[in-house]
């Protein structure tokens, strides 16, 4: 995909698919990978990365820890962009986080922190980094929080009103943050692990964001994951009004959920992960 111009800031959320290295602890499943295998996957990830444009924010689920991202943003392919990893720990069972890794020759983050909700209600906290991104047109300050919400497995009507109950406590943290700051932007994505319309996103919706897919008019959307041979999104990007008028494309990047598993000595970004990175670019005249 294109990179961002001078005036444009781009933004993708991206499952990463268990990244985890190849040292203990580790969790019963995956298997621990070897040296060779690790390596291999920080390659692809490096790949993907830059296939989709190199983009200015790009927040990934199940991310093991901030070491793997400090291994990530050095590899050859994304040296020049100067990406910074964030990452805080939370207290998931399988020990996978949400984080970010942000080109630092784009922008700074000002702020970062998790907001773990009320009676435990998310292993995976969402996590706030303020970006103010640096643009030919002037600097602007975004709020992104990243979300892994619960999973499926057990059912979508079982549950549904959990990961409800996590898209609620994200327009709580919206709320306070406008307390401090009225004039905020905001992006709410991740891996919601609900589908498009359902009442996770509609709750979303309802605190006044837009999800990015608006902006096809009704008309066709990308898909980020294939279940049983059905195209699905998972994936998600819901923005403020003010970011949604200058929303200038949405795009999904076919580099997995399209593809078997790869061959071991497939170093392309080929079926790094189960889903396929969602991006966002917006511009500011």
């Known amino acids: 995909l294109a990179a961002a111009g001078p005036n444009q800031l781009s933004i993708a959320t991206f499952n990463v698919e268990n990244f985890f290295d190849n040292r203990d602890p580790h969790p019963s499943d995956p298997p621990r990978p070897t040296k060779a295998e690790y390596a291999l996957k920080l390659n692809k990830l490096a ?102 919400f619960s999973s499926l497995a057990s059912g979508e009507a079982a549950t549904e009103p959990r990961r409800t109950a996590q898209a609620a406590w994200n327009t709580t943290v919206m709320e306070q943050i406008q307390a401090d700051d009225p004039e905020a932007q905001f992006v709410v994505m991740g891996d919601l692990n609900s589908f498009w319309h359902t009442r996770p996103l509609d709750t979303l919706e309802a605190a006044g964001l837009h999800h990015v897919y608006d902006w096809f008019g009704g008309g066709p ?65």
């Open 47 to 148: 790949e993907a990365i830059v296939a989709l444009g190199a983009p200015d924010i790009v927040g990934m689920q199940e991310v093991e820890n901030i070491e793997v991202l400090e291994a990530l943003v050095v590899q050859e392919q994304l040296a020049a962009y100067n990406y910074v990893p964030y990452l805080i720990e939370g207290p998931d069972g399988r020990g996978i986080d949400v984080a970010y890794i942000v080109r630092g020759d784009r922008a700074d983050v000002e702020r970062v922190e998790a907001f773990p909700a009320p009676d435990g209600l998310t292993s995976r906290p969402p996590l706030l980094v303020q970006v103010a991104a640096h643009l030919e047109s002037g600097d602007q300050t975004i709020y992104v929080l990243n979300n892994h």
């Open 221 to 285: 959307v990308p898909y980020t994951y294939i279940f049983q041979g059905k195209t699905q999104t998972l994936d998600h990007i819901l923005v403020s009004e003010g970011l949604f008028d200058r929303l200038e494309t949405v795009q999904a990047l076919h580099i997995d959920a399209d593809y078997p598993l790869p061959t071991p000595d497939d170093a392309t970004a080929r079926r790094v992960s189960d889903h396929d990175p969602l991006l966002a670019v917006f511009t500011f005249e």
